[in-house]
């Protein structure tokens, strides 16, 4: 087999990012676009030492499952990927990838997995959305464009082109006002000839234009990422955004160094507004500044937090005169741990952002909680043991770490400290499935749940429940 064979295979199941897993001449073949059990005609794009990757460039018998996807963008943006499956026939297979992480790489036999619990909203359904500036806009073929247009686009990146966006016209990720700010604001800025960053000089002002919607209260913040203030510029474009959207609620300017990802973010102007947008999550409220981690799905986290809060209510272990405690590692702006804290005489939340340890001593406040306390740290290197005393609490932890999973140096702590129970909430099953596995000499794996907080792509959120052994 050599790279650009074309070769017939059956999809097998869908694993890891969503791509099938076949075999041909005793191979492992990777293949995108396709869903289990179509025949296709493959063109092999890699061929490594165990594996080869291929795209599925004709399929010869169709899956029932696969439908018309609803975007025009389908095919070159790197958001919705899977958007030509059933939603249903979506929520089995993001069940497979996690059966499959667990068995092949956490080597976990016979650990049942629950179906996974749809989302409500298949569309528009995320609360934030990052869209970036591009002095390089991706050319669509059969569309002319004048060398103004091809050196300005706001809009995702091209998937494995780090340097060119497609400009987009339309996202059914965010609702209909989402689409047009975006659209809006995209065309000031072109009309107005105002300069892109550019990845490669290092100069130009636009990075990013981030818009959050709560679902729970009217608020929504507008967030332009860019190099430099401009107080003039931004003062403009605020009355702009109060003409046309009164709805908005807060537009804060965040300023980027030009070497640096648009997520990091130096200084802040808040150019109209209270500089936040607050949200309600299981009836506690939160303030979500314009550079602190919220889950992007807020239904689908409310039942996610609320299968977490039922099992720990229908606990009913005796605790030997001890007394019950949360830590919450990752804990973000405090979400989880201030959603608990009824359950817990005593919550310690850890994460590494210091703005959003700010915001969750806020938001514990606001919600009149006194049992919650937050420290900054970072996890790669471990936390201290010293803040609770094993010996009088009943310790629970929860986990919910970046794609990257829990350090080793973590790990090794939670099997020092001993919970009772570990709620590990991830939302990448290949590094749940490798930590799992590690803890799993003195755990054993509970509850498995998947939910769906990303439909169209190949992104799972995933349950573990861990008891002691
Ligand atoms: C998936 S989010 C979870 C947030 C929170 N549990 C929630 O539900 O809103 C992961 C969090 O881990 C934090 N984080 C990333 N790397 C970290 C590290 N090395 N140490 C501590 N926290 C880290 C991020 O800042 C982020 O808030």
Redo the contacts with the bound molecule.
């Keep these: 087999m050599k790279k650009n064979d074309i070769i017939e295979l059956i999809a097998g199941k869908m694993v890891h990012q969503g791509v099938c897993l076949s075999e041909y001449e005793g191979k492992k073949v990777f293949i995108e676009n396709c869903i289990p059990g179509e025949r296709v005609r493959v063109q092999i794009k890699k061929i490594k030492r165990d594996f080869c990757e291929a795209e599925a460039k004709e399929i010869i018998l169709h899956s029932p499952s696969r439908i018309n996807p609803q975007c025009q963008h389908f095919g070159l943006c790197g958001g919705c990927k899977i958007q030509y499956m059933n939603y249903e026939v979506q929520l089995e297979n993001k069940k497979e990838i996690v059966k499959d992480a667990l068995s092949r790489i956490g080597k976990l036999k016979n650990i049942e997995v629950e179906n996974t619990i749809g989302s409500d909203r298949i569309y528009h359904y995320r609360n934030k959305m990052e869209y970036s500036f591009s002095n390089k806009r991706w050319l669509e073929t059969g569309i002319e464009y004048s060398p103004e247009e091809k050196s300005f686009a706001l809009g995702l990146h091209i998937p494995n082109v780090f340097d060119k966006v497609l400009h987009l016209n339309k996202c059914y990720l965010q609702s209909e006002f989402s689409n047009d700010v975006r659209n809006i604001i995209g065309k000031f800025f072109f009309n107005n000839k105002i300069s892109v960053h550019s990845l490669k000089n290092r100069n130009g002002l636009l990075k990013a234009l981030a818009i959050r919607e709560s679902y729970n209260t009217p608020d929504k913040m507008i967030n332009l990422i860019t190099t430099q203030y401009d107080k003039d510029l931004m003062h403009e474009l605020g009355n702009i955004l109060n003409q046309n959207f009164p709805q908005v609620t807060t537009f804060v300017n965040s300023i980027s160094m030009p070497h640096l990802s648009s997520a990091l973010s130096h200084e802040e102007h808040v150019i109209f507004g209270k500089g936040y947008i607050q949200e309600v999550l299981l009836n506690k409220q939160f303030e979500i500044f314009a550079n ?4 992007t799905n807020t239904h689908q ?1 409310e039942k996610l ?1 609320s299968i977490v809060k039922q099992i720990i209510r229908n606990d009913k272990t005796e605790l030997k005169g001890k007394k019950p405690a949360l830590i ?9 741990g201030i959603v608990l804290a009824d359950l817990f005489e005593f919550i310690y939340g ?4 210091d703005s ?1 340890i700010r915001a969750a001593k806020k938001n514990a406040e606001i919600n009149n909680i006194t049992n919650c306390e937050f420290f900054v ?4 290197h471990g936390f201290s043991l010293e803040r609770f005393n094993r010996d009088q609490n009943d310790v629970t932890v ?1 986990l ?3 794609r ?1 999973g829990v ?1 080793e140096k973590t790990l090794i702590q939670l099997c020092q400290i001993k919970p009772r129970r570990i709620y590990y ?1 991830s ?1 990448n099953p290949s590094t749940q499935a490798r930590d799992v596995a590690r803890l799993s000499d003195q755990y054993k794996v509970g509850l498995v749940q998947p939910i769906d907080f990303f439909p169209h792509t190949y992104h799972i959120e995933n349950l573990i429940v861990l008891e002691i052994l």
Excluded: K, R, Y
């Design positions: 602190t981690f919220f889950q986290a937090f919450d590692l990752f804990c973000g702006v405090g979400v989880i850890i994460e590494i952002s959003s740290t970072n996890l790669e929860i919910d770490p970046p990257a350090s909430v939302c």
